[in-house]
């Protein structure tokens, strides 16, 4: 078997995990702040970030599909029974919509790249609905309620994949939806007296509305686990490249992307109604924060693919919840989160059922089994 492969000797699936786990937080912490630091009149457009992510995102998945086809052109090249021609070893686009895929034990190209285009859809969706929540929600509170998407997955991949799953492991999402209740109970109870969430009428401040945060946060849970799901499933039923799969990930997601920029073109007050948008015009008010968290997701969106090659969805889920922690203390030392006894709980009780549905299958309590043998 191949070894894993590293870096400065640490493996790359370590590395890929704990570089998730501070994108992840450092994601909530700067889209909740380039929302909320700017006057709603000055916003800039989440529309317009969810399209440069995306074509960032693709462009960069482009180059390093490119680059691995001119290191290894022979898995590239026509498929068998023809003879490899210069142009064929040259020519990415072909490539990018042709994946080899396993019929009846053989390997043949076929144009299946079309099944990439329902969850570029919803991973579209989704992208927009992040923004909606982050301007709502406080960063810390975001991060913890997000983690229903473990909830949505599992029941994805319950009806999709047919997968079954254990009784410790439908404790474990129980825990988990008890977890994102009490902290969203703490969240109501405190945005009662917050400042930021009882603005006067008429001011031109930023102002928070908790339940189409958590409105957002729960479409967002949504969508995430069935584009998760189906992702698995194209990845599964084929062999195409992972970096060549992103690419037509991006690809099926620029005109969903498209949609909302072309249905709201006035993102700067300065724009004439119902004209065509230009490039100006589409990304006024990008502050410097703004593009950091366009710039956060592209390297989040790669650090995905990473953690789906060379770890498992299940560790994917102990380093989103490790960034629940980053993101609470970072929340607390930056925006004046308050801690309370609530939060506390509740985040406490998803890191536990994050622990607890990360557990091996079939390896239940083997400590009392070990002791009462010896
Ligand atoms: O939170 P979740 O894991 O569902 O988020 C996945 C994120 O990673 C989305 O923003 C999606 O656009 C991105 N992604 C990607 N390439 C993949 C899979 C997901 O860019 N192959």
Redesign the pocket.
């Known amino acids: 078997s191949q070894a894993a492969p590293t870096l400065c000797g640490v493996p790359l699936k370590y590395i890929s995990l704990v570089t998730l786990a501070v994108q992840n937080a450092a994601l909530a912490l700067l889209m909740h702040y380039s929302r909320i630091s700017t006057p709603p009149s000055r916003a800039y457009s989440a529309a317009s970030a969810v399209l440069a992510?995306?074509l960032l995102?693709g462009f960069i998945s482009l180059l390093i599909a490119f680059s691995r086809v001119e290191l290894t052109p022979l898995q590239y090249t026509l498929a068998p029974g023809h003879s490899p021609s210069p142009v064929a070893k040259s020519a990415l686009h072909p490539r990018v919509f042709l994946a080899r895929c396993r019929i009846l034990g053989k390997e043949v190209f076929r144009q299946d790249c079309w099944k990439l285009s329902i969850?570029a859809i919803l991973?579209?969706i989704?992208?927009n609905l992040?923004f909606v929540a982050a301007s709502n929600l406080e960063a810390a509170t975001f991060q913890v309620s997000?983690q229903m998407?473990i909830l949505t997955t599992a029941a994805f991949s319950v009806v999709l994949l047919r997968r079954k799953l254990t009784p410790l492991k439908w404790l474990a999402l129980f825990f988990l939806a008890l977890g994102v209740g009490i902290v969203q109970i703490q969240c109501g109870a405190a945005t009662h007296g917050s400042s930021s969430a009882t603005v006067a009428a008429g001011d031109d401040v930023h102002t928070m509305v908790p339940f189409k945060g958590f409105l957002a946060v729960a479409a967002?849970c949504f969508?995430?686990?069935l584009?998760?799901v189906y992702?698995e499933m194209v990845l599964k039923n084929s062999t195409g490249d992972?970096w060549v799969?992103?690419v037509q990930?991006?690809l099926f997601?620029l005109l969903p992307a498209l949609v909302p920029v072309i249905l709201a073109p006035s993102a700067s007050p300065l724009a004439p109604a119902h004209s065509v948008p230009s490039i100006t015009h589409l990304f006024a008010n990008f502050t410097p924060w703004a593009w950091a968290t366009v710039l956060t997701?592209v390297f989040?969106?790669?650090i995905?693919?990473l953690v789906?090659k060379y770890a498992d969805n299940i560790m994917?889920g102990f380093a989103?919840s490790l960034s629940i922690v980053i993101s609470f203390l970072a929340s607390v030392a930056l925006f004046h989160f308050h801690i309370t006894v609530s939060f506390v709980v509740g985040a406490s009780v998803v890191l536990a059922a994050t622990w607890l549905y990360s557990q091996p299958d079939g390896k239940r309590v083997p400590f009392f089994r070990a002791r009462r043998s010896s």
Do not use: D, M
Request: proline residues 3%; positive net charge.
């Open positions: 992510t995306e995102k969850p991973y579209v989704q992208n992040q997000y998407k967002a969508t995430s686990g584009a998760g992702f992972l799969r992103n990930l991006s997601s997701q989040g969106g790669l995905t693919a789906i994917k989103t």
